[in-house]
């Protein structure tokens, strides 16, 4: 068996590791590169390997840097199966309509510079490459193994990151000699709301292994969560409004249940509550519906009172005139709106209107990547410009450390400590001074030298 990476092999982004093994080849993520246009720009050019020669894809989660190129791969002749765990599935088709109109937007607006009438832009994909990848979708359940191909097994486990993300076991028996491939796709925090803890593993010998927090340490949770009532007792007092941009997929959905939690402790009952991102709610949508996924303490409090995605005083914003009505409040709301970084969204309308006074506070609850107004506010930019308007920036600005959805060097550590012999490991997304931190640990910690590949290697198992 081998196993070549295509992407996320020092960045965090374009998750894609080509398996091959029993003359088949498999594709285990085929994700989206984001950051600056020029990195994005890649997203259209042609794959490094030969797309007809795919035969099948395994997909990790739903985040669109591990599934957001599904629909250019069709484009370059890929018609094979996409197996992923049932409600990945049920994910996929909103995260890759939301992409698909944000290419079909952008494309529109730089189309708008050429004055010839010629569309020179076109979108990366449309909504009807999305139907394309919905259609080749196979629904698989955690835990229970599938062979893909004679020889080759497949089970995916649970990797406690967002709803239906799954680390993959790949077993190839040739040669009469039976090897195993683990992936560990994104991994989340031991406790996380909602979700399970990750599986753990007794046996591989070859893991590839995340390592987006390799360096880092998070802050304790409980710490966290106390900050987090602070801000909201403190922003009562002063009659002001509290944002928070959030990713409409894991990040939204934890801080309901977690409102809900402390619903009574941090006054919750007295705040008008916004969701407002129509992506978000449809993840709602998808998540009600898999409750079988949750872990035993979110099953509990599904069933009490206040449900976290029904609190008495929340109310989901879908069309664009409830989301400007917002904005006639000029205290007592807490708005979570998207994108998480500020980047684009419904956010910046509210930051556009409440920046500006010394009564508000914006709650960043997730990763600020380097050149978005979100890293910006957070490093304390002290004005911006909006819609054309300059801001002078009031507004109290905080940065909540301890509510990632990726687990940090000692989860990775401890995930990878439980398998019986420490097998060969290669680090995959993460920057590299994570990966290095993270190869440094395990070195320390087991006395395992880890591998840390570059585009395009080849790792034979
Ligand atoms: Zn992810």
Redesign the pocket.
Known sequence: MKVSLFGAAGAVTGSCHLVEACGKRILLDCGMIQGSRIEEAKNALPFDFDVKRIDAVVLS?A?I??CGRLPVLMQYGFHGPIYTQRATADLLPVMLEDAASLAEMDAERRNRFHKDGHSHHKPLFTRHDVGQVVRQLERLDYRRPIELFPGITVTLQDAG??LG?ASVRVQAVEDGVTRTLVFS??LGPRNTPILNDPDPYDAADLVLLESTYGGRLHRDRAATLEEIGQIFETAWKGGGNILIPAFAVGRSQELLYWFAKHFDDWGLGKWRIFMDSPMASKVIEVYDRHEELFDADAKAMFHGRPHPFRLPNLKYTTDVEDSKAINEHKGGCIIIAGSGMCNGGRIRHHLRHNLGSARNHVLFVGYQSAGTLGRLLVDGIDSIKLFGEEIRIKAHRHTIGGLS??TDQSGLLDWFGAYDRHPRVALVHGEDDARKALALALKTRFDVDAQIPAYGDTLTI
């Open positions: 989660h985040h840097d591990h990151h967002i993300s796709g994104d959805a990726h």
